[in-house]
C-alpha cells in the first residue's frame, strides 16, 4: 500500500499547530523545532510528489478517498495533477522558510507558531482537495488564524486596518464563490462535491455565462483581481513577515487556483463567454499594478503592489483559456509565489534590522547583508521577467498564449514589464546600495544562517526553473492538455 | 573524448559560466588568485574557438558544429546552437577580448571577486547571442547580457554611474520589448523557434494574420527588431545611452561594450532581420541609410566637439558602427548582387575590426586615465616626450581607427564604400564628408594628448606603460596590422557566408 503523501503533507502541520498549542509557552525551542520539522516533512514529502508525479500517466494522482458525509455526497478525496502538484511544493517551500525566517519571533512565540502551522495545513489541504465542500472547509479554516496573526503579530500602525480589511475583503469573496458553488452543486443534479464529476456535469450555456462570474470573481478576488484588489498591499504590509510570505507567495494562489479549478473548469463555456472581461481586468492589473509600484516610497509596498501586477499575468493566462496561457499561468503561479516569498523575507530582515521602511531613509544594505541582496537581485530579475530567471520562463508562454487570444492585451500588457524593471531596479538601488546611512553606519547585525538557508532553497528553484523551464512546464502541461479537453480545445 | 568533441561548442559557452562557479567558491581575500584563475579560464574559450576556426568547413554550406538538445518543449522552443562564417568571427571576438578585458581589469582592487563572477557571466551571455539557432534562446542571452554590464557600470563606474546604468538597461529593454513581442509572434505563426525551421514558416506565410496582412504585420513585426537592434548598436537617433554608459564604465567594461555589445545589435540585423524580412528591408533601406549616414556624420561631428577623451571614443563607436549599418542598407536594397556582398563582406569585417580597435583605444584611454585622472584633453598635451611607448601604441591604434590604409580599418571602410557607391551615390558622398572629420578628430585628439607643449604638471606623475598593459594592447595591435595586410585570413570565412545567405 502506498502512503498517504498528501493526507500527511495537509496534517502534519495541523496537528504540530494543535500540539504546539497544548505546550507550555516557555519551551520555546522545542515550540520552533516541532514547527520547523512539521514544515519540513511536508516540504519533503511535496517534493516526493513533485518529483513522483507521472507527467505520461497525467490526470490526477496519489489519490486518497474517504466517505466522509455520504448523504450529502461530500467525501474527503485528495489527489494532485501537474497544476497542483507545484502548488502543493510552492506551499511547503514557503510554509518551511516561513517558518526559519521567523524563527527570531518573541512575542508569544507559541501562539505564533500554531496559527501559522495550522494556515499552512489549510492551503495545502485546499490545493490537494478534489472535493468543492472540502477545498471551501479548508479555505475557511485560514481565515481565522490570518485575521489573528495580523492583527497581534502586524505592524502596530495599519495592522487593525489590514487586518479587518484583508478579512472583509475575502470573505466576501469566499461568500459570492460559495453561492455560485452550490448553485454549481444543486444545478448539476448529480448529489456530489466531487470536482471530476461535477465536471461531467454538462451545464447548460444559460446556466454558466449567469453562474461563472459568481465562481470566478469571487476566488479572483482572492487573488486579488482589479478593483478588488487594494486588501492585498495594505494586509501585506501589514503582516508580520513569515505571514506576508503566506499570504502573498501562496494565499493569492489558493484564489487563482480555486477560480482556475472551480470557475474555468466547471464552467468553460461561461469562462469562454466572460474572457474579454478577464483580459481587461488582467491587463489593467498588470500595468496599473506596475505603474502604483513604482511610485511607493515604502518598501513594503511595493512588493505588495508587484504582487497585484504579476497576479494579473496569471489571471491573462487563465483568459486565454489556450494550452500556451494556462500552462504558463500554472508556471506564474509557482514562480511568483516562490519570488514573493523571498522579496517579503528580505524585507522583513531589513525593516528587523533598520525599524523603517521607507526608501529614502534606506541605503547600503549591501555592505550589511550581502547574500538578502543577492537573493533581493535574483528575485528582482525573476519580478523583472529577465531570461534565465523563472519568471521569464511563465511569462512568456503567457504571452503567446495571449497573442492567440487577444494581441492587443499583449501589447499593452508587456508595457508592464517595462514599469517592473524601473521599480525594481529603483528599490534595489535605494536600499542596497548607495551609502550606508549615518544612523546605521555603527553597525547593524548580519543575517542569521536559517535567514540564508531559506533564501539559497527559494533562490535554487527561481534559476533553476529559469534555466530548464521543463522541470515545471511538463507537469504543469501535461494536466493542461486535459483541461483543454474540458474546454473543448479552444 | 567523443562526448567534449561533439560538444565544443556548449564549452565555449558555458566554460566561463564554471569558470565563474569556481571564482564564486574561492576566498574573496585572495585577489591575485581570483584574478588569474578568472584570466587563465577564460583562454580555454579562445583557445577551443581557434580549434574551431581551423576545422571550420568553408566549402560546406550551413551551420556546423551544431548542438540540439529539448529545453522547453511546452513552447516547442530547443536549445540549438551552431556556428557559420558570419557567427564564428563574432566568437573569436568575443572570447578574444574577454580575457584582455579580464587582464586590463587586473588594476581593479574593489570587490574583485565579484567583479569577475559578473564579467565571466557576461561572457556566456555574449557568446549565447552570437551561437543561438533557436529565436527563442536568442532573446534569452540577448537580455541575460544587460543584467552583469548593469552592475558593472552601477558598481565600478564613475561618478554618474547610477544614471548612466539606469539608462542603459532601461533603454534596452524598451527597445526589446518589441523584438519580445515579436519574437512570441512569431512562435505562435511558426509553432517553434528554431531558426532555420522559421525561415521558412514565416517567408512562406500568405493571406491574412490577427485579421491583418500579411504584409502589414511583418511591417510593424520589422520594425520591431530593427529598433531593438538599432537601439544596441547603436544607430542615430537612438545612440544616447551610448556615451553616458562609455564615460561611466569602468575600462575593461568600456572594452567589453564597444567591443562586442555592440555588435550584437549588427549581428542581430545579419541574421534575423535581413533573412527573415527580406522584401520588409528591401522595402526600407532607404531609411536604414539614412539612419547610417546620420552615424555616419553626426558621430563624427560629436566626437569633433568633445572634450573629454572617453567620449571622443565614445562617439567615434557611433561613427564607425554606422559604416557596419550603411553595409546592411546596402544588402537589404540590393540583396543578391555583387555590391551587396561587397558591402556585407565590409560589415562584417567592420564589426571585427572595430572590436579590435574600439577595445584597443578605451584600453588607452583607461591607462592614462589610471595615471592622471582626468580625462579633459586640455589638460594634457606632449605627454609623447613622458610617455613614447604609450604614445606610439596609441598613434598606431588611432590610425586604425581613422582608416589608414595597412591597417584594418581600411579594408573593411573600403569595402562598404565600394559595395554602396553603385547603390547610394549620393548618400555614399555625404558619408565621406563624415569619414573626413573622422581624420580630423583623431588627429585632434591625438594633438592635444601627445603633441604641443608639454603640460609640466604631468613631469614625473605619468609612468610609462607597464608590462600587463602592454600584454593587453600587443594582441590588438598584432591583429590590426594582420588584417590590415592580409585580410583574407578572415574574410575567406565571411564571404563565405555571406555569398550563401544573401
Known sequence: ?490 | MDFIGQHLLSIILFLPVLAALIVFCLPAGRVKLIRWVAFLASLIPLGVTIYLWIQFQQAESGFQFQEQAAWFPAISSTYHIGVDGLSLPMVLLTTLLVPLALLASFSITDRVKTYMILFLLLETGMLGVFVSLDLLLFFVFWEIGLVPMYFLINQWGGENRNYASLKFILYTMAGSLGLLLSIQLIGVVAGTFDLPRVMEVWNNLQGTLLGLPVATVKAVAFWAFVIAFAIKVPVWPFHTWLPDAHTEAPTPGSMILAGVLLKLGAYGFLRLVLPLFPQEAHKYAGGLVFLAVMAIIFGAFAAFGQRDFKKLVAYSSVNHMGFVVLGIAVAAAAAGTQHATLALNGAVLQMFNHGLSAAGMFFLVGVLYERAHTRNLDDFGGLFALMPVYGGLLIFISMASLGLPGLNGFVSEFLVVRGAWPVFTAATALSMLGLLFTGAYILIGLRKVLHGPLNTRWVDHLKEINLRELAVIIPLVGLILLTGIWPAWILGMINQAVTLLF
Do not use: C
Not at chain 1, 518551511?96 to 507558531?113: A, D, L, Q
Open chain 1, 1 to 490: 500500500m502506498q502512503l498517504p503523501f498528501l493526507s500527511i503533507i495537509i496534517f502534519s502541520p495541523i496537528l504540530a499547530g494543535v500540539l504546539i498549542f497544548l505546550l507550555p509557552g516557555r519551551l520555546t525551542r522545542l515550540i520552533k523545532s516541532l514547527a520547523l520539522a512539521a514544515t519540513g516533512v511536508s516540504l519533503a514529502l511535496s517534493l516526493v510528489v513533485y518529483f513522483g508525479y507521472d507527467t505520461t500517466a497525467g490526470g490526477y494522482q496519489f489519490l486518497e478517498k474517504i466517505a466522509w458525509l455520504p448523504s450529502l455526497g461530500i467525501n474527503y478525496l485528495v489527489g494532485v495533477d501537474g497544476i497542483s502538484a507545484p502548488m502543493v511544493l510552492l506551499t511547503g517551500l514557503v510554509a518551511s522558510t516561513g517558518v526559519m525566517i521567523s524563527w527570531g519571533v518573541s512575542e508569544r512565540p507559541k501562539e505564533f507558531f500554531g496559527f501559522l502551522l495550522i494556515l499552512a495545513g489549510s492551503v495545502f489541504g485546499v490545493f490537494a482537495s478534489m472535493d468543492l465542500f472540502m477545498l471551501f472547509f479548508f479555505f475557511e479554516i485560514a481565515v481565522f488564524p490570518k485575521f489573528l496573526m495580523i492583527t497581534i503579530w502586524g505592524w502596530p500602525k495599519t495592522r487593525v486596518y489590514g487586518a479587518m480589511k484583508l478579512t472583509l475583503y475575502l470573505f466576501i469573496g469566499s461568500v459570492i464563490a460559495l453561492i455560485g458553488a452550490l448553485a454549481i452543486y444543486t444545478g448539476s443534479g448529480l448529489h456530489t462535491f466531487d470536482l471530476n464529476l461535477l465536471q461531467t456535469a454538462n451545464f447548460s450555456f444559460e446556466f454558466q455565462r449567469l453562474w461563472f462570474p459568481f465562481v470566478f470573481l469571487g476566488f479572483a478576488i482572492l487573488a486579488g483581481i482589479f478593483p478588488f484588489h487594494s486588501w492585498a498591499p495594505d494586509g501585506h504590509v501589514a503582516a508580520p513577515t513569515a505571514i506576508s510570505m503566506l499570504l502573498a507567495g501562496v494565499e493569492m494562489k489558493v484564489g487563482a487556483f480555486a477560480a482556475l479549478r472551480v470557475g474555468i473548469l466547471l464552467l468553460p463555456d461561461g469562462a469562454k463567454y466572460w474572457s474579454w472581461l478577464i483580459i481587461i481586468l488582467g491587463v489593467i492589473n498588470v500595468v496599473y499594478g506596475a505603474v502604483i509600484a513604482l511610485i511607493q516610497s515604502d518598501f513594503k509596498y511595493v512588493i505588495g503592489f508587484s504582487s497585484v501586477s504579476h497576479m494579473g499575468l496569471v489571471l491573462l493566462g487563465f483568459a486565454s483559456l489556450n494550452a500556451n496561457g494556462l500552462t504558463g499561468a500554472g508556471m506564474q503561479m509557482f514562480s511568483h509565489g516562490v519570488m514573493t516569498a523571498m522579496f517579503f523575507a528580505i524585507v522583513g530582515m531589513v525593516y528587523d534590522r533598520t525599524h523603517t521602511r521607507e526608501l529614502s531613509k534606506l541605503g547600503g544594505m549591501m555592505k550589511i547583508m550581502p547574500f538578502a541582496g543577492v537573493g533581493f537581485i535574483i528575485a528582482g530579475l525573476v519580478s523583472m521577467g529577465m531570461p534565465g530567471f523563472s519568471g521569464f520562463a511563465a511569462e512568456f508562454p503567457i504571452f503567446m498564449g495571449l497573442w492567440q487570444k487577444s494581441p492587443v492585451a499583449a501589447i499593452v500588457a508587456v508595457l508592464g514589464v517595462i514599469v517592473t524593471a524601473a521599480y525594481i531596479l529603483r528599490v534595489v538601488g535605494q536600499v542596497f546600495f548607495g551609502a550606508v546611512p549615518a544612523e546605521f553606519e555603527k553597525g547593524l547585525p548580519g543575517i542569521s544562517v536559517l535567514d540564508k538557508i531559506s533564501i539559497a532553497i527559494l533562490a535554487v528553484f527561481m534559476v533553476g526553473i529559469g534555466i530548464f523551464p521543463s522541470l515545471l512546464s511538463s507537469l504543469v502541461g501535461s494536466s493542461v492538455q486535459q483541461a483543454l479537453a474540458v474546454l473543448g480545445g479552444v
